[in-house]
């Protein structure tokens, strides 16, 4: 690659980093696969065909599925304006070359289901879902959005054996999403405005990171009280089952558009600072586990990630975070050392 006075590596194009076009000199549209034909899915499908940033490959196991949302999809690009194609199938050659991967596909936690019975369905699933990504496009960027989130990214980076910067999930941009959300209404202000973000797992093992909150500059510490910012950080824990009460399902227009954002800054080159479930390699005193952390994605994926500087109290809910992280891991490396671990069933459709 061509370097600049510098000796960095260029730049694409301006037409490349818009993502008119998969590579220089290369007139072909980007393209960006979606497995599991689900709720977040089909909602982050169609959030995709919106911004018209690539072709679409909607793929599911359950017949008809993906290719009956993928139609309707492309029956409502004139009201969209879009003209990128969608495709539907449950062929993994239709996915061929795709640029980014999403991988959607999962089963959620039953009442009365142990752990390790929820890891060994969902590892059944995310490893052939893996190795078939890894057959069909060996150059992809995979996001992982299947829960157990920073497992399955673990899963599926083991799997692969690509590099870190290629394999991360989806879990802090949605919390931070939320934690904007819910400090932006108790403001009733824009959240335009609103600037947070948080560590860690996915849930209760959350770290908001208040101390680094703002509001148009303003720290928002110096907004709220103490009360109503505790409020805050418990009602942005229990967000994801706070929606679960209300539908009787997980939510997905939020995770929808959080996957979008993610896919949109790899297809853009966008260099985006986002909170996103990353390998650690040493960083916040931890090897072979994924973690919620601020990363910058671009083309390349994950481009960058951030340490932080943390206080005693922010050390200790991280570390109970990694805690749960490498416990869950840990499971996930024993299953996958015990062949078979299962079969991929007709569950891509799960709501997530």
């Given at each position: 690659?061509?370097?600049?006075?510098?000796?960095?590596?260029?730049?694409?194009?301006?037409?490349?980093?818009?993502?008119?076009?998969?590579?220089?000199?290369?007139?072909?549209?980007?393209?960006?696969?979606?497995?599991?034909?689900?709720?977040?899915?089909?909602?982050?499908?169609?959030?995709?065909?919106?911004?018209?940033?690539?072709?679409?490959?909607?793929?599911?196991?359950?017949?008809?599925?993906?290719?009956?949302?993928?139609?309707?999809?492309?029956?409502?690009?004139?009201?969209?304006?879009?003209?990128?194609?969608?495709?539907?199938?449950?062929?993994?050659?239709?996915?061929?070359?795709?640029?980014?991967?999403?991988?959607?596909?999962?089963?959620?936690?039953?009442?009365g289901e142990s752990r390790e019975d929820l890891l060994r369905k969902n590892i059944a699933i995310v490893k052939p879902v893996t190795e078939a990504?890894?057959?069909?496009?060996?150059?992809?960027?995979?996001?992982?959005?299947?829960?157990?989130?920073?497992?399955?990214?673990?899963?599926?980076?083991?799997?692969?054996?690509?590099?870190?910067?290629?394999?991360?999930?989806?879990?802090?941009?949605?919390?931070?999403?939320?934690?904007?959300?819910?400090?932006?209404?108790?403001?009733?202000?824009?959240?335009?405005?609103?600037?947070?973000?948080?560590?860690?797992?996915?849930?209760?093992?959350?770290?908001?990171?208040?101390?680094?909150?703002?509001?148009?500059?303003?720290?928002?510490?110096?907004?709220?009280?103490?009360?109503?910012?505790?409020?805050?950080?418990?009602?942005?824990?229990?967000?994801?089952?706070?929606?679960?009460?209300?539908?009787?399902?997980?939510?997905?227009?939020?995770?929808?558009?959080?996957?979008?954002?993610?896919?949109?800054?790899?297809?853009?080159?966008?260099?985006?600072?986002?909170?996103?479930?990353?390998?650690?390699?040493?960083?916040?005193g931890v090897r072979d586990v994924y973690l919620g952390v601020p990363v910058m994605i671009g083309a390349g994926g994950m481009e960058r990630l951030?340490?932080?500087?943390?206080?005693?109290?922010?050390k200790a809910l991280l570390a109970n975070s990694i805690k749960l992280s490498s416990e869950s891991i840990a499971e996930a490396r024993t299953l996958?050392?015990?062949?078979?671990?299962?079969?991929?069933?007709?569950?891509?459709?799960?709501?997530?």
């Amino acid at each position: 690659m061509d370097r600049d006075r510098a000796g960095r590596k260029a730049r694409p194009d301006p037409l490349v980093r818009a993502g008119l076009v998969a590579r220089e000199g290369d007139g072909m549209r980007k393209k960006v696969t979606i497995v599991g034909a689900g709720r977040v899915g089909e909602t982050a499908a169609h959030v995709l065909v919106d911004k018209a940033l690539a072709d679409l490959v909607l793929l599911d196991v359950v017949p008809n599925l993906a290719a009956g949302k993928a139609l309707d999809l492309m029956e409502l690009r004139p009201l969209d304006g879009s003209d990128v194609s969608v495709t539907g199938t449950t062929d993994y050659e239709e996915t061929r070359n795709s640029d980014v991967v999403v991988v959607t596909s999962g089963v959620p936690r039953k009442p009365g289901e142990s752990r390790e019975d929820l890891l060994r369905k969902n590892i059944a699933i995310v490893k052939p879902v893996t190795e078939a990504v890894m057959r069909t496009s060996p150059g992809a960027v995979l996001i992982m959005v299947a829960n157990p989130l920073d497992t399955m990214a673990w899963v599926a980076r083991q799997v692969t054996g690509w590099p870190r910067n290629r394999v991360f999930g989806m879990a802090g941009i949605l919390d931070t999403a939320r934690l904007r959300s819910f400090i932006a209404m108790e403001l009733d202000c824009s959240v335009k405005d609103v600037s947070a973000f948080v560590l860690g797992g996915h849930g209760d093992e959350m770290v908001p990171l208040l101390r680094y909150a703002s509001v148009g500059g303003i720290p928002v510490e110096r907004l709220l009280s103490r009360e109503r910012l505790d409020a805050v950080v418990k009602r942005t824990r229990g967000a994801g089952g706070e929606i679960v009460k209300l539908l009787g399902f997980s939510a997905y227009f939020s995770p929808a558009a959080a996957v979008a954002a993610m896919v949109q800054a790899v297809l853009l080159d966008e260099r985006r600072v986002l909170p996103c479930s990353a390998y650690l390699d040493g960083e916040y005193g931890v090897r072979d586990v994924y973690l919620g952390v601020p990363v910058m994605i671009g083309a390349g994926g994950m481009e960058r990630l951030f340490e932080m500087e943390l206080t005693g109290e922010e050390k200790a809910l991280l570390a109970n975070s990694i805690k749960l992280s490498s416990e869950s891991i840990a499971e996930a490396r024993t299953l996958l050392a015990a062949e078979p671990v299962g079969t991929v069933g007709a569950t891509f459709a799960t709501p997530q």
